[in-house]
């Protein structure tokens, strides 16, 4: 499977090789790598290039380096786990501004949900409602911590909704990490909650009729007035 790495790059050239063979399926979830001094060897490279470019992968994803006399390098699923983190760094870096956030998800969610909303099964209808019931039951307990994490589900499940794995991740990655800037800028009371609820209800509504243009044009809507109230909370003197 493996080839002796290029002298010139043999850190980077290991990596590659390695990386290629669990993305090519030649390495399957759960498999072991063959045993370091195996690897050594198929390399040709000392144990300290080995052990980095290991843990280089690790740092990927893309294996677990567990110890003890069982451990060994051992093959993960791939999935979108460090690219999420790494969005989620970002943007709790605070590098992303508001404005920013809002450009970014008026184009991006009014696209998805007109997509979401054409792709919409009965039981993706049925879902929505069943978050819907859950947040405004909250809502009525003045629980704006678990409004806000059911909120957070309903935008999630929008993208899950478009059937679009790209789509599902960035809208998951986005909305794990959004509501910092609800807690920082726009705390959560009942005039707030209920402006929400009532449009994720238009959305709903919207989506049961299949009507994408309407769903986009109130998600966007609604980002953009959430936003304003954020940028005059955080303009607003200390």
């Not at 911590?145 to 809208?171: C, R, W």
Request: charged residues 30%.
């Amino acid at each position: 499977m493996f080839k002796q790495a290029k002298q010139n790059r043999v850190f980077q050239d290991v990596v590659e090789q390695i990386q290629d063979a669990i993305l090519s399926g030649k390495l399957s979830p759960g498999e072991r790598l063959p045993a370091e001094r195996d690897l050594k060897d198929m390399f040709n490279t000392s144990r300290g290039t080995l052990r980095e470019a290991l843990r280089v992968l690790e740092q990927k994803g893309l294996i677990e380096i567990k110890l003890g006399v069982s451990g060994g390098a051992i093959v993960k699923p791939i999935d979108s786990e460090p690219m999420a983190e790494s969005l989620a760094l970002l943007i709790r870096s605070g590098k992303i501004s508001l404005e920013h956030l809002s450009e970014f998800r008026i184009k991006i969610e009014g696209s998805l949900t007109a997509l979401a909303t054409e792709r919409a099964t009965p039981e993706d209808i049925r879902e929505m409602e069943r978050l819907f019931a859950q947040a405004k039951v909250f809502f009525e307990q003045g629980d704006w911590e678990n409004f806000l994490k059911t909120d957070e589900a309903m935008h999630t499940y929008i993208g899950i909704m478009s059937g679009n794995p790209v789509f599902q991740f960035i809208q998951k990655s986005i909305h794990d990490n959004i509501h910092q800037y609800y807690q920082v800028y726009l705390p959560m009371n009942h005039e707030r909650t209920l402006e929400n609820l009532n449009d994720f209800q238009k959305i709903i509504q919207a989506m049961k009729i299949r009507d994408s243009v309407k769903a986009s044009d109130i998600i966007m809507d609604h980002v953009k007035r959430f936003t304003k109230k954020m940028q005059k909370k955080s303009h607003q003197p200390s």
